[in-house]
């Protein structure tokens, strides 16, 4: 239900974000200071993304490291019903959490991807431009 507007707002963003690159590349040099002012307060948008893909894959490494601890425990002088417990948890904690919205996982990789395709649309529009 979701899907279809976050891929929507996720697609404007990262088109935006490629018209921002462009605009960083043709304009810098020649842009007053209140333009320049503007255009390092629109790089925000990187720092922000970064900081949620950073929380994502923080709590992706957090939760992959319960099971770590849950595999180092003494259990071996357990009763029969807490190693089953213990089982039961270890089972749960196999795959790791991860905060995903419409199927795109906040982490590392997704930085890392709308960056570099930004990166290189931005560079193929200045190229058209200037040929």
Known sequence: MAKMPLLIFGVLGV???????????????????????????????VVILASYCYAGQTLIDESSCVFDCLAQCSWHNWDAKNKQILLIFMANCVKPCSLAFA?????????????????????????????
């Not at 088109?15 to 842009?31: K, P, Q, W």
């Not at 590392?108 to 529009?125: F, H, I, K, P, Q």
């Open 15 to 45: 088109l935006s974000y490629i018209g921002l690159l462009f605009l960083y590349i043709t304009a810098y040099e020649n842009a007053s200071f209140v333009l320049k002012l503007r255009m390092w307060m629109s790089a925000a948008t």
């Open 103 to 131: 199927g795109i996982v906040l982490n590392y990789n997704l930085a890392v991807s709308v960056l570099r395709t930004a990166c290189s649309y931005a560079l193929v529009l200045y190229n058209l431009r200037s040929a």
